[in-house]
């Protein structure tokens, strides 16, 4: 079943056609890049276009493209084990400083599952086991810990397809670079549902091994030879493995 929510630019032409005379309040652009393709299909939401601030009568549904992207960084003062606990509405202790965080009152949580590449343990199935391996496998007080997606759902779909699209994009962008994945969705039933993604920066290796974050690479010059620096070391840089 194709999921993807279909709008035709047509309507909107039509729409500036017959109000020529009628200067819209707002104006949502219609322009994606190929880039984002397996994420616009997730993250549309209803957007009206209207020749009035306040009435919507006859106005065009459009999508609304909503995405973001951030890390959770132990030197800012975050940590995976809470965010984790908030974002799937459970009480989790975070053995790296012994804090016990407590959301079991959030509301809005439809549902909380975690997707594993397949050399991951059958443990990091439990939520805490997880976020807490990945804290402790971290030693720095400055360390990246997570990455964070955020993106809208549909309103058009219901509440299983919108799970299928979540794991689909998932499996296929992030748990097939060996990342390990946490995924809740969360609809309060105000129109704006959405999900939460927490990817790890490390990778599982084929031992079940946190991997490194980053390789090295050598960089070469137009003739493909490596570039020597002045202090007779060849010329590098960083490659992040989950990218």
């Known amino acids: 079943m194709n999921l993807s929510v279909q709008y035709q630019r047509s309507a909107t032409s039509e729409l500036w056609r017959t109000r020529a005379n009628a200067r819209p309040q707002v104006v949502s652009p219609f322009r994606v890049s190929e880039q984002r393709a397996a994420i616009c299909s997730v993250s549309f939401r209803p957007f009206f276009i209207s ?3 306040i009435s919507q009568k006859g106005a065009i549904p459009l999508a609304i493209y909503h995405h973001s992207i951030k890390i959770i960084s132990r030197g800012k003062g975050k940590s995976a084990v809470a965010a984790a606990a908030y974002r799937a509405g459970e009480t ?3 053995e790296y ?5 407590d959301y079991t009152r959030k509301g809005g949580i439809v549902h909380a599952e975690i997707l594993l590449p397949e050399n991951a343990p059958n443990d990091y199935n439990d939520r805490a086991t997880l ?3 990945l804290e402790k496998a971290e030693r720095y007080k400055t360390a990246q810990l997570a990455r ?7 309103v058009e779909l219901t509440q299983e397809q919108s799970l299928e ?12 670079a060996g990342m390990c994945a946490d995924i809740c969705v969360h609809d309060k039933g105000d129109g704006n549902p959405h999900s939460h993604i927490m990817l790890t920066l490390r990778p599982i290796d084929e031992c079940g091994k946190w991997a490194a974050k980053s390789k090295s690479e050598h960089m070469t ?4 030879e490596r570039i020597r ?3 007779g070391n060849f010329k590098s840089r960083k490659i992040p493995t989950t990218d």
């Not at 400083?97 to 965080?101: A, L, P, Q, S």
């Open 51 to 53: 020749s009035h601030p």
């Open 229 to 231: 620096l002045k202090n």
């Open 165 to 176: 699209l979540v794991r689909t994009y998932v499996k296929e962008n992030f748990v097939k």
């Open 97 to 101: 400083d012994g804090i016990t965080h």
């Open 221 to 224: 010059d137009k003739n493909g």
């Open 131 to 133: 976020w807490n391996a």
């Open 148 to 154: 964070e997606i955020e993106v809208a759902l549909p």
């Open 92 to 94: 989790l202790t975070n």
